[in-house]
T-cell receptor
């Protein structure tokens, strides 16, 4: 069975500083990894994905993520945080062999302070 | 934004009553999913569909049923609502089962009293 862990419930950073939101995964076979963001009273929005290729993937709003196969990690990063980045972030792994079911981590609340 | 509409957006119901939530898409995507979101649990899959009349159970399917009679609609029914089913319910769609991301509706907040 596949699983995702987000070890930090909360991440606090100052505006302008770099941010990292951590994610580790467990899956048999090649991982299909995704990051989503959720703003209050809204559904999740897709940020970026890793399917194959370069280990550093770039996504929306200046976010990027680094895939590390040996550490089974897929950490979300941004070089300079904005107050507007404050939201709930979810890492997910997709099972492409079984109707594309996605398993989500419990989420990390990012707070960026001015 | 992907064309996904969930209805109703909010509902309060009493224990023991049946409840049906609707997800409607205009993207003609094959795959549709129902998740529930609870604090400390992230999103958990209830049921999913991989085509018209093709559905299967997710990890938390007890007490729920689904139907998909046409591509655009995926209905989630709570057969006899319980307080443990108080949650926010999200529908998601996907073009394929591999590289396409999920696109989510804005959710239905259900309270069972």
């Amino acid at each position: 069975a596949q699983s995702v862990a987000q070890p930090e419930d909360q991440v606090n950073v100052a505006e302008g500083n770099p941010l990292t939101v951590k994610c580790t995964y467990s899956v048999s076979g090649n991982p299909y990894l995704f990051w989503y963001v959720q703003y209050p009273n809204r559904g999740l929005q897709f940020l970026l994905k890793y399917i194959t290729g370069d280990n550093l993937v770039k996504g929306s709003y200046g976010f990027e993520a680094e895939f590390n196969k040996s550490q089974t990690s897929f950490h979300l990063k941004k070089p300079s945080a904005l107050v507007s980045d404050s939201a709930l972030y979810f890492c997910a792994v997709r099972d492409n062999t079984n109707a594309g079911k996605s398993t989500f981590g419990d989420g990390t609340t990012l707070t960026v302070k001015p | 934004d992907a064309g996904i509409t969930q209805s109703p957006r909010h509902k309060v119901t009493e224990t023991g009553t049946p409840v049906t939530l609707r997800c409607h898409q205009t993207e003609n995507h094959r795959y549709m999913y129902w998740y529930r979101q609870d604090p400390g649990h992230g999103l958990r899959l209830i049921h999913y569909s991989y085509g018209v009349k093709d559905t299967d159970k997710g990890e938390v399917s007890d007490g729920y049923s689904v139907s998909r009679s046409k591509t655009e609609d995926f209905l989630l029914t709570l057969e006899s609502a319980t307080s443990s089913q108080t949650s926010v319910y999200f529908c998601a769609i996907s073009e394929n089962r591999e590289a396409s991301p999920l696109h989510f509706g804005n959710g239905t907040r259900l309270t069972v009293t």
